[in-house]
Structure formats: C-alpha cells, structure tokens
C-alpha cells in the first residue's frame, strides 16, 4: 500500500474579502501523479501557491510527510521536500542556464548539486547544449524544460507542477507531458494542475476537479478521462482543438 506524502484537509485562502479556495481537501500518495484540472480562475494556482509557502492559509491543514506545513515560510516548504515548479516558469533570465540550476539546488550541502546536474541535463538534453546560455534568451519551451530542472535540483520528493502546458506550442507539450511521464517512472511522485484536461488525466493516476475554489470530483484519471460531462466542463473548445493538435503532430 501506498504511503499517504500530502494531505490536505479543509483548507481555505482568500485574497481580501474574496474566498479563494474553500474547503478545499486532497491527498497525494507516494510514487503518484496526481492531476487538478480546472478552467481559468478556478482556484488552481492559489492552490498551489498555497500549499508551497507563498499563500497563507486562513484555515485547514496541509500535512506533508505527517507534519503541517501550512502557512510555513517558501524556503522551508522547500527544505522539507516539497518543490514548485511555477506558473509562467519564472526563470531568472539575466542568469545562465547553469546559474538557475545551481539555484534549484540552494537549500542543499555544498558539493550535492552533482549529481543532479547529471541527472537534469541528461532529462532535458538541450539544457547541456545551453549550459552557458542567459535563460532569458532561451524559448518558452527550453524555459520550461529549464523551470522543471531547476525544481528537480533540490531533490523533493513532492513536484508541484502549476500550468505546465501554458503557452507552448503543441509539439512542445507533448514533450512537456512525457518528460511527467518519464518523471513518474523515475519514481518522482508529481502534484501538476492544468488546463489541458485530456493530456493532463491521461499521464495521471488520480484526479480532482476545481471550480469555482472548490473540489466538485475525483477519482481515477482514466474515469474521468471516460466522463463527457467533465471534458466537456473542463476540457472547452479552445483547448480541445488544441489537445486535437497535439495529438495530430506527436504519435503516442
């Protein structure tokens, strides 16, 4: 059986007056990939900021590895084990590849970054061939590929994924959802939130629905991938013509 890494019970933000998230209760077991998809605004990357550090929690808990970590500092959040690769990437772009790398890795002893640099360019080849490169002047997708290295640098044993999909090409996120797929059978258990339903729940093991700031579904991805009712809600006709699109360019 399967060990329980985050659980999170109850949980609301708010930004003001205005209530964010609301009751708001997930888990995330070890060795997972687990999927939030949700239309724009629904709350996805409050709960992500959220469970990170960078939101405070006005009630509920966020128990990682048996201990609440909500509304500890970012930093701490990291050091316990939790990454999070950000919406929008958020690289550092007057750094070099190499910099914002070694950066992933700050919360780690001296000389422990080795290995995982190893580990990092080999996943994403490109990021050796631009070692030396300014991030800033790198495409969105090797900014991507860039965003999620740099969050494996610190060795969490929780990835937070926030829109990783978010304005790609389809050819590169195609890429994007197998470099998950690949993560997942490195044993890297992964938390990605997403627009694009169908590709999102199809690298998933479980699956919850936002809307609104609120859980209104879950279960197994693959069950929820078979539910007209939620591609439908979800999925929208934007995204589906693009889901088409990735699906026509990249063979499965």
């Known amino acids: ?3 329980e890494l985050l659980v999170v019970e109850r949980m609301h933000v708010s930004y003001g007056p205005v209530r964010a998230l609301e009751e708001v209760s997930l888990r995330v077991e070890q060795g997972e990939v687990v999927t939030v998809i ?5 709350g996805k990357t409050t709960l992500m900021k959220a469970i990170a550090g960078l939101l405070r ?3 509920g808990t966020i128990m990682f590895e048996g201990r609440d970590i909500a509304n500890r500092e970012a930093y701490e959040v990291v050091a316990r084990g939790l990454s999070l690769v950000p919406e929008g990437r958020q690289v550092f772009g007057h ?11 700050y919360s780690r002893r001296p000389g422990e970054a080795g290995e995982d640099l190893e580990r990092c360019v080999s996943l994403f080849p490109r990021l050796r061939e631009r070692r030396r490169q300014l991030a800033g002047t790198l495409s969105g997708g090797e900014q991507q590929m860039l965003a999620i290295a740099r969050g494996l640098m610190s060795r969490p044993r929780l990835l937070l994924m926030d829109e990783p999909s978010l304005g790609l090409a389809p050819l590169l996120v195609r890429e994007i959802f197998g470099v998950i797929e690949d ?10 939130v997403e627009q694009m339903a169908r590709l999102a729940l199809g690298v998933a093991d479980r699956a919850y629905v936002l809307e ?4 209104v579904r879950e279960g197994r991805a693959a069950d929820l991938l078979d539910d007209p009712k939620v591609l439908g809600a979800y999925l929208g006709a ?8 990735v699906r026509k360019e990249v063979p499965s």
């Open 38 to 42: 949700g239309s724009n605004g629904a």
């Open 57 to 59: 929690v006005q009630r």
């Open 212 to 215: 609104h700031g609120k859980i």
């Open 238 to 245: 934007r995204r589906a013509s693009v889901d088409r699109a």
């Open 95 to 105: 750094l070099t590849v190499h910099e914002n790398l070694l950066l992933g890795a």
């Open 1 to 3: 059986m399967r060990r």
């Open 183 to 192: 993560l997942r059978r490195q044993g890297v258990t992964t938390l990605v």
